[in-house]
């Protein structure tokens, strides 16, 4: 494995603590393989997948989700050390609940679940960073939640801005048309509500991407 693809996996929050000379060695186990994707290639999809878990080395993905009668909806993107696949490896369920698709030539490293179990024996420290991360992911679906349940269409903006909240900034990747739809409100609503949380100094807008004020938002 290339030192770049190594150091992506050692910065990996399920392997955060590990030494990499015991990662290393982690590394030997059976059950783990490393593939790669071309640009615009399904990684994964509701039905086509294998129940795996996998931990991005090189290149982005994006995960989206299918909605009937609608082009796909990007939820999040994948980046080197980001982890995807946790609930689905150990679960029976047929089908896999997003799609995820190479934004750029990607390097995907794959666990199978008894390489885990193996790890996990190994290296406790490992399921539990594991379980940690797998609570945060819960944490934020829930916040989802809010974004299509509040009754006021501000919040329900404020909400899904928070899921898609990056270093400040939110850069749209669908259009207003689509996010109303997504959010189950009219386009003027939308647009109110934007307009709201600019007046109350809880955003910016500006040509290409939406501002959120540290200050005004609770992010986390």
Known sequence: MKKACFDALCSCNIFSQTAPDTLRSLLSLDGITQKRFGKGEVIF????????LGIVLR????????????????MSRLRPSDAFGMAAIFCERLEFPTQITALTDCEVLFFTDEALEKIFSRCPEVAKNYIVLLSEKIHFLNKKIDAFTSADAAERVLCWLRTQYENGEYQPQISMVRLAKLLDIGRTSLYRALDSLVEQGI?????KCLIINPEKINVQ
């Open 203 to 207: 955003i910016t807008k500006d040509a």
């Open 59 to 74: 290149g982005e993905a994006t995960v989206s989700k299918t909605k009937a009668c609608s082009s796909d909806v990007p």
């Open 45 to 52: 999809s509701p039905c086509s997948f294998e129940r795996l």
